[in-house]
């Protein structure tokens, strides 16, 4: 069975920063599309950054409120992917998601993680 298991969340001040894992394990054959998406209370799940896979040039997207403060990076060799997280702001506050687009023996699914609390909070 696919698993995606995140970690690295916590308590952070305003100006700090955090780096978030996300690591598949299972019988994967290959995983396409990874990023991390995040929900805040009260609000709707939002994108916050993706990366391809690197047979379709490995790009990144992020969403406009982390660019230049998020990087998304993936180990390949690990089927793990990682958030570096600098200048952390209160608003950054939610739950942090894994998400991928993995083939695995059946076809192609797509798996999310269990999620993590990040809190950006003096």
């Known amino acids: 069975q696919v698993q995606l298991v995140e970690s690295g969340g916590g308590l952070v001040q305003p100006g700090g920063s955090l780096r978030l894992s996300c690591a598949a394990s299972?019988?994967?054959?290959?995983?396409?599309?990874i990023g991390w998406y995040r929900q805040a209370p009260g609000k709707q799940r939002e994108l916050v950054a993706l990366?391809?896979?690197?047979?379709?040039?490995?790009?990144?997207n992020y969403a406009d409120s982390v660019k230049g403060r998020f990087t998304i990076a993936r180990d390949n060799a690990k089927n793990t992917v990682y958030l570096q997280m600098n200048s952390l702001k209160p608003e950054d506050t939610a739950v942090y998601s894994c998400?991928?687009?993995?083939?695995?023996?059946?076809?192609?699914?797509?798996?999310w993680g269990q999620g993590t609390q990040v809190t950006v909070s003096s």
């Open positions: 990366v391809a896979a690197i047979g379709s040039g490995g790009s990144t």
């Open positions: 998400n991928a687009r993995i083939s695995v023996a059946s076809g192609t699914i797509d798996k």
């Open positions: 299972g019988s994967i054959f290959s995983i396409s599309t």
